[in-house]
């Protein structure tokens, strides 16, 4: 009986542990010390890259805007994937290189950013020992075509 109580309450853990979810973290967003160095008019382009790290968007060369951005998503089950926080930080520089103005946007703010959620193929070279093994499983042993 107690073997017995002990196989339900395991299965009952696993069971609810599976609907519990899956938090996806995407982008990168820098630490809120290193946004706060940050000087209008005195931080360069070059110096906010070495404090921040290397944007994950740069837009245009004579007058660059920086974008950093992270997403954090929680998928249960089959259901769609529901963004729980999304932070997005856009530093404008002038001609001279300087920062301009630094924006920061959220969920919260009402702004609709739609992040990328396209994935790159590796060509045979670059996949993995596994992978290239493994790349033949499909339909009657001839891999299907993306």
């Given at each position: 009986m107690?073997?017995q109580?002990?196989?339900?309450?395991?299965?009952v853990?696993?069971f609810?542990?599976a609907?519990s979810?899956i938090?996806?973290?995407?982008?990168y967003m820098?630490?809120e010390d290193?946004?706060?160095?940050?000087?209008v008019?005195v931080?360069?382009?070059s110096?906010a890259?070495?404090?921040l790290?290397?944007?994950?968007?740069?837009l245009?060369n004579r007058e660059?805007?920086f974008?950093y951005a992270?997403q954090?998503?929680?998928?249960?089950?089959?259901f769609?994937?529901?963004?729980?926080?999304?932070?997005?930080?856009?530093?404008?520089?002038?001609?001279n290189?300087?920062?301009k103005?630094?924006?920061?946007?959220?969920?919260?703010d009402?702004k609709?950013?739609?992040?990328?959620?396209?994935?790159?193929?590796?060509?045979?070279?670059?996949?993995?020992?596994v992978?290239?093994?493994?790349?033949n499983?499909?339909?009657?042993g001839?891999r299907?075509?993306?």
């Open positions: 107690f073997k109580k002990i196989i339900v309450l395991i299965s853990y696993f609810l542990s609907c979810g938090k996806n973290n995407n982008g820098p630490v290193n946004i706060m160095q940050l000087k008019n931080t360069s382009s110096s890259r070495l404090k790290g290397e944007p994950a968007l740069i245009g660059p805007i974008i992270s954090v998503t929680n998928r249960v089950l089959f769609e994937p529901k963004v729980i926080s999304r932070n997005v930080l856009v530093l404008y520089f002038n001609k290189k300087r920062l103005k630094l924006n920061r946007f959220n969920l919260n009402g609709s950013f739609a992040l990328n959620t396209d994935a790159t193929n590796l060509n045979a070279e670059q996949r993995s020992l992978a290239t093994l493994f790349s499983f499909g339909f009657a001839s299907v075509t993306d």
